[in-house]
């Protein structure tokens, strides 16, 4: 039996990823989780997310609640609560509005859940997830944000596309902040498994403009349509089906990072980590001179933010 609880279900995003997650093999419950006040639109997502179940011909029960205390018996847990970004926002600016809203939902996590996983995809990703990881005082292994594992599938279709080759020909990565300090590592980077820099196409690749069309994906589709739903969704329940599946993939994540990747770390960013049914730990990896420059300068980035926000948040509990 497994259940995955979905905090934000109501949300665009947070409905979509609900709906996805409700399609994987061997999820028996999805809960719909949101706020007081919100029990109408809960129930009228569950009544829909069941006809569509029912559509699909999958058994999976949708349940839902405005209680913490029933996050409990939860596998995973998906956390979308929060403000989304407007157009001419930065992810980053969100940071301290998002913490407020995220710390004491994971104190609940942490107090009914305290066994499950926790998957964090509100923005700034990076700086939630050890928001995530701080409040519900659960291990690192329990705790991990999408990272920058919407941002490499990005990459990963730009490039096949760029070659004319089947998008699963192509395995690449993209560590560090999803953000504008994200770190594309090319010496990761293969096509039919072949180095993508001993292809004789390589020397004409516009790489830059690949890696400014990925950073800039998000905003793109915020300013034309609103909000970015089903490329996150989708990427939120291949993670979801990873943990539940025990399937021990290598997928880019934030994780909180000790000293896998040249001795740098100390905080949570996306880099590549081993995910099952325990939770996800970040593979030790060796990387290129400039790229490991790359990611050293978003560590300190995204450590020095997710510092800030924790002082921050520290005067405003000491203040009441
Ligand atoms: N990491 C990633 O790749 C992605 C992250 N996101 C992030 O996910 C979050 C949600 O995005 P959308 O679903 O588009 O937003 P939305 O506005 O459609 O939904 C927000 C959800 O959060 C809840 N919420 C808002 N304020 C709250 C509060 N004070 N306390 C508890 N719950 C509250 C709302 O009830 C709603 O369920 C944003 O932070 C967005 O930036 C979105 C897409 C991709
Ligand atoms: O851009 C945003 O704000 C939403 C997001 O993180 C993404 O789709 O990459």
């Not at 061997?26 to 809960?31: A, G, K, L, Q, R």
């Not at 599938?153 to 902040?177: C, D, N, P």
Request: proline residues 4%; negative net charge; aromatic residues 4%.
């Amino acid at each position: 039996m497994s259940k995955v609880t979905i905090i934000g279900a109501t949300g665009r995003l947070g409905s979509f990823a609900s709906h996805a997650i409700s399609g994987i093999p061997h999820v028996d419950e999805v809960m719909l989780a949101g706020r007081p006040g919100r029990e109408k639109s809960l129930m009228a997502l569950s009544h829909d997310l069941t006809d569509s179940c029912a559509a699909r011909g999958t058994g999976t029960k949708i349940t839902w609640s405005t209680s913490p205390a029933d996050y409990a018996g939860s596998d995973v847990i998906v956390v979308t609560s929060g403000v989304p970004r407007k157009e001419g926002q930065d992810r980053t600016d969100l940071a301290l509005e998002n913490a407020r809203i995220i710390a004491p939902i994971a104190e609940q996590i942490g107090k009914y859940a305290p066994d499950a996983i926790i998957l964090m995809i509100t923005n700034p990703v990076d700086v939630m997830t050890a928001v995530a990881l701080r409040y519900s005082g659960m291990e690192p292994r329990q705790v991990f944000g999408l990272g920058t594992h919407l941002d490499s599938m990005r990459l990963k279709v730009l490039i096949a596309r760029y070659f004319q080759v089947h998008v699963s020909e192509v395995h690449t990565r993209i560590i560090g902040e999803h953000g504008e300090s994200m770190v594309p590592l090319w010496s990761a980077t293969t096509i039919g498994g072949i180095r993508i820099s001993n292809l004789p196409a390589f020397s004409d690749l516009p790489m830059d403009e690949m890696v400014d069309r990925v950073k800039n994906s998000g905003s793109f589709i915020i300013k034309n349509s609103g909000a970015t739903v089903y490329g996150p969704g989708d990427a939120i329940a291949t993670l979801v089906q990873t943990i539940i599946g025990n399937e021990n993939r290598i997928l880019t994540v934030s994780s909180y990072v000790r000293s896998e990747v040249h001795d740098i770390g100390d905080t949570c960013i996306g880099v590549p980590a081993r995910i099952n049914r325990e939770g996800v730990v970040p593979v030790s990896i060796r990387i290129e001179d400039a790229e490991l420059a790359a990611f050293g300068a978003s560590v300190e980035k995204i450590r020095a933010l997710t510092r800030n926000i924790f002082e921050k948040m520290d005067e405003l509990r000491s203040s009441g």
